[in-house]
Structures are given as structure tokens and as C-alpha cells.
Nanobody
Framework: QLQLVESGGGLVQPGGSSRLSCAAP????????IGWFRQAPGKEREGVIC????????YYADSVKGRFTVSRDNAKNTVYLQMNSLKPEDTGVYYC????????????????????WGQGTQVTVSS
């Protein structure tokens, strides 16, 4: 059973940066698109960004374009979410999720399509 383990996050000042990691110990992520989702207090979980098998980034939250990027290190079975120029509205619990995809370029923001989820990590942007 594929398990995703997230790390990173915490308290960050506005304008700062943070990098989240999503690791799959003992499993290869080579066949999975990885989506990052976030959930702010009192709100539904929303898709933020996804990385396909081709390593293309697809943005689902316009507010993060130009500030967030996703990359993968296949040798480490780990995907990274780099977040720059953080804003208070980026605050929330961030989840990574894996989706075994039918095509090389496929990504999705649909929560229901993802089969495996990390435990979530809190990111708080505040001074």
C-alpha cells in the first residue's frame, strides 16, 4: 500500500518561503501524478497545483501562479512543493496526493480522483 509522508511547513512570515516534501518510502512515484491540495479553516479542500509524469506543473489556484512550483526527485521517491512570496491567505493544511494516471501529461484538481493521501501539514503565514 502506497503511503505518502509529508514534512515541512510551520510558521512562516509573509513574504517568506517554505518547502514541503511528500515522500513515498519504498515505493516509486514514477507512475503517479502528484497533486497538492490545501484546506483553510472553514473551507473545502482545494486543488493548488499538480505535477504530471512529464514534470509539467498545472496550476489550479490562480493565486499561486508565479510563486509555487512542484518538482520531483525520482531517486528519492519524493515530490517537493516550493512556496515563495507567501501570503497570509496561503495559510492552511497542505496535503499531497497520488493519482495513477492514464497518460503522460494527465493531472487533476478533483479530490475524488486521487487514491492516496498524505497526512497533511500545517502552513501558517503570519507575522
Amino acid at each position: 500500500q502506497l503511503q505518502l509522508v509529508e514534512s515541512g511547513g510551520g510558521l512562516v512570515q509573509p513574504g517568506g518561503s517554505s518547502r514541503l516534501s511528500c515522500a513515498a518510502p519504498g515505493f516509486t512515484l514514477n507512475y503517479y501524478a502528484i497533486g497538492w491540495f490545501r484546506q483553510a479553516p472553514g473551507k473545502e479542500r482545494e486543488g493548488v497545483i499538480c505535477i504530471s509524469l512529464s514534470d509539467d506543473n498545472t496550476y489550479y489556484a490562480d493565486s499561486v501562479k508565479g510563486r509555487f512550483t512542484v518538482s520531483r526527485d525520482n531517486a528519492k521517491n519524493t515530490v517537493y512543493l516550493q512556496m515563495n512570496s507567501l501570503k497570509p491567505e496561503d495559510t492552511g493544511v497542505y496535503y499531497c496526493a497520488a493519482l495513477r494516471v492514464p497518460t503522460y501529461y494527465y493531472c487533476s484538481a478533483n479530490v475524488d480522483e486521487y487514491e492516496y493521501w498524505g497526512q497533511g501539514t500545517q502552513v501558517t503565514v503570519s507575522s
